[in-house]
């Protein structure tokens, strides 16, 4: 066991426990409220929302899931930099759009708008279910992330039974269910200001220092090169053309995906206007040269001769190697508090959606908004155990594949909602057949795969490495256009919209009743 890396780890991680629950107090408002706990009050600003959608977006996911891929397999690990600079474009234009829709009519998750766009229950549902459904292998990811910097300090990775390995699995959901409860979104949010400058200061370092040590970037790269052939599963420093279809439906999945995620409308919607929802499409980019540097980090692995029992402790294991004991205690700290911060925001997220979506929709109609706000408290608690379970039960060679399985899922919500924010011309149970058709074909492939990111596979006839989300996506609009005509035909219902172009394009809403709670409260 490192006792000064520990020490200085639990140091870190007890100051952010303690700004927890400290975010009580910070925006003094009713948190009895779900547009107070859950979205922060809408009116978090464009520093506030660039720390916490950057503390959303940029988890575990980017310290130890990309290195770990780029340690495995070399170049395909690269293809989350394409996909964080096609995204935000895409943000750019699509969600301020969906920022006036919702505070116009007080929506707090993607449900609500679909609910209110096309006037479908079952189609919200869906939307609903698969929002929590991919929600927890993500937080499940963060958790893994933890679970491996701690071993790496010598907690829980060499017990002698399942309960000791995975005991600090358990104190890490305490205490991220405790602070989450009490706070709400303001915890994630005020924790971010930290995990953020913890983890700038992390990596700079280390892109600087251990390649001093080293020999160099040249050094490394020929070492990478020459080991990644060899390695259990071969990979490559440069692309290969075989891996090419992997690499583009990777990106462009990855990229339709990740501002669907419920965690990632909620930053959105917590913003105080749709000018600081363009401002951090633009700034946010900062965060993918970071992620450009942290996958580096997977070659220096290699030439640092680092031989990890799973590809996932590659990073943890090379700070171990090169750092003194009490930055590794300070970078694991960063480590883990990047992965708590999302964690909560993603449960949240999560919770909202049963709240308002589930519980409020379909089984208590007249609930109070501090009813409301207490069910996802509980709801919280529930999708983080939800996750665990994923961790525990769904072991995996590369933790990425955890995010991936998630994106299989999520991304079959893209028709209704980010379409629907441009059109209605798709049928709202065309749309649901679509969901259902997408949903059974992804997870179908991503069965198959063994839950893996790609694999080959025999699509129509054809080989294939193709993303399962993607090919799952255009299954989803062929059903959907194929069958939007014919319910038309058939004077099938399309349900009622209770927005207007104008809302989809204000600025600033006007501000509405504290208690107007539900789609379509004015």
């Not at 400290?22 to 009116?43: K, V, Y």
């Not at 993603?346 to 919770?351: E, Q």
Request: positive net charge.
């Amino acid at each position: 066991m490192n006792g000064v890396a520990l020490s200085v780890f639990i140091f870190f991680f007890l100051l952010v426990t303690v700004l927890g629950f400290i975010a009580a107090r910070w925006r003094r408002a009713d948190l009895g409220h779900l547009n107070e706990w859950g979205l922060g009050g809408r009116s978090f600003g464009t520093v506030i929302t660039w720390f916490l959608l950057g503390g959303d977006l940029y988890t575990a996911y980017t310290f130890i899931a990309v290195p770990a891929l780029v340690f495995g397999v070399g170049a395909l690990g690269f293809f989350a930099l394409p996909y964080t600079i096609i995204v935000y474009p895409f943000v750019f234009l699509v969600m301020p759009r969906l920022w006036s829709v919702a505070h116009r009519h007080q929506y707090v998750t993607p449900s609500d708008f679909v609910r209110g766009r096309f006037g479908s229950r079952g189609l919200s549902l869906a939307v609903a279910v698969t929002g929590i459904l991919a929600t927890m292998p993500y937080i499940a990811l963060q958790l893994v992330g933890i679970q491996f910097v701690l071993a790496a300090m010598g907690i829980g990775g060499s017990g002698s039974s399942a309960f000791e390995r995975d005991l600090p699995l358990f104190i890490a959901f305490a205490i991220l269910a405790a602070y989450t409860y009490q706070s709400g979104l303001r915890a994630p949010a005020l924790i971010a200001f930290v995990k953020d400058t913890m983890i700038y200061i992390t990596v700079l370092v280390a892109v600087f220092y251990i390649p001093a040590k080293l020999g160099g970037w040249g050094h490394i790269f020929d070492a990478a090169g020459a080991a990644l052939p060899k390695k259990p599963t071969p990979g490559a420093l440069i692309l290969p053309t075989k891996q090419f279809a992997a690499y583009s439906t990777l990106a462009l999945g990855s990229a339709l995906a990740l501002f669907l995620y419920p965690h990632s409308i909620t930053a959105v919607l917590s913003s105080g206007n749709r000018n600081v929802v363009r401002r951090n499409a633009a700034i946010l980019p900062a965060y993918s040269f970071l992620l450009g540097l942290l996958a580096l980090l997977g070659f220096t692995a290699i030439a640092a001769g680092i031989k990890p029992a799973s590809n996932n402790a590659a990073i943890p294991q090379l700070f171990n190697a090169m750092f003194p004991d009490w930055f590794v205690g300070f970078g694991f700290a960063a480590i883990a508090i990047g992965a708590l911060v999302p964690a909560a925001i993603m449960s949240i997220a999560a919770a909202n959606l049963f709240t308002r979506n589930i519980y409020r929709e379909w089984f208590r109609p007249e609930a109070s908004p501090r009813e409301e706000a207490d069910v996802a408290r509980i709801v919280s608690l529930v999708v983080k155990l939800g996750a665990l379970a994923f961790v525990l039960f769904l072991k995996t060679e590369y933790a990425i594949n955890l995010q991936l399985l998630g994106g299989v899922w999520i991304l079959q919500t893209l028709p209704p909602v980010i379409m629907g924010l441009y059109t209605r011309w798709f049928h709202r149970y065309a749309l649901l057949l679509g969901w259902a058709a997408g949903m059974a074909v992804g997870t179908w492939m991503a069965w198959s795969a063994g839950f893996k990111s790609t694999a080959p596979f025999t699509l129509f006839g054809l080989n294939t490495t193709l993303y399962p989300a993607l090919v799952g996506l255009v299954v989803n609009l062929l059903v959907a256009v194929v069958a939007t005509p014919l319910l038309d035909m058939a004077r099938v219902g399309r349900g009622r919209d209770e927005t207007a172009e104008p809302d989809y394009v204000e600025a600033e809403a006007p501000p509405l009743e504290p208690l107007a709670e539900g789609p379509g409260a004015r």
